[in-house]
T-cell receptor
């Protein structure tokens, strides 16, 4: 069974530029998550989708971050414009459903904003 | 809202020695608890989880954890570590009626030969 795929693996941009990350979850997983992991901290949930609907986006900085999951499969997370403090690893995860389900994580995208 | 505290940011340990990683949580309702491991340059993977039943939970790679409701703790243990256990370990909690998984800050384990 293929795992969660993410691209790119690494990205370096200048502040005020825009960037997009892509995630393809495990086949059949209805729930998809985007986390931000700042160096030295645990992952923080940015947004959670159930199929193509948003379950929780309370910690997503909506003035600069956006995410979509068209057709309820793969997803993109966009930052526009980027700030220095957005430097982090962006993790995508998926699970069969919501609640106390095991989440399966991708390898992450490491973003450096200069 | 729930929160998780991992009391040790780094734990150095010699190969074949035991290790315990401490995790305490805060919540006003019932919770489910998880331990995830992150090996260098890899994504997180589940070690074990407590949903209900026996408070002693066994996971992969010889790890186990004990849920203590009165102390609001979920400490992770392994009786004898290997070099390959060098990784970062994250405790996480989700409220019983909730959807959001909250992670602790992580404990970096460095196993020395």
């Amino acid at each position: 069974e293929a795992g969660v795929a993410q691209s790119p693996r690494y990205k370096i941009i200048e502040k005020r530029q825009s960037v997009a990350f892509w995630c393809n979850p495990i086949s059949g997983h209805a729930t998809l998550y985007w986390y931000q992991q700042i160096l030295g901290q645990g992952p923080k949930l940015l947004i959670q989708f159930q199929n193509n609907g948003v379950v929780d986006d309370s910690q997503l900085p909506k003035d600069r971050f956006s995410a979509e999951r068209l057709k309820g499969v793969d997803s993109t997370l966009k930052i526009q414009p980027a700030k220095l403090e957005d430097s982090a690893v962006y993790l995508c995860a998926s699970s069969q459903g919501t609640g106390p389900q095991t989440q399966y994580f991708g390898p992450g995208t490491r973003l450096l904003v200069l | 809202a729930q929160s998780v505290t991992q009391l040790d940011s780094q734990v150095p340990v010699f190969e074949e020695a035991p290790v315990e990683l401490r995790c305490n949580y805060s919540s006003s309702v019932s919770v489910y608890l998880f331990w995830y491991v992150q090996y260098p340059n890899q994504g997180l993977q589940l070690l074990l989880k407590y949903l209900s039943g026996s408070t002693l939970v066994k996971g992969i790679n010889g790890f186990e954890a004990e849920f203590n409701k009165s102390q609001t703790s979920f400490h992770l243990r392994k009786p004898s570590v290997h070099i390959s256990d060098t990784a970062e370990y994250f405790c996480a909690v989700i409220e019983a009626a909730g959807n959001k998984l909250t992670f602790g800050g992580g404990t970096r384990v460095l196993v020395k030969p």
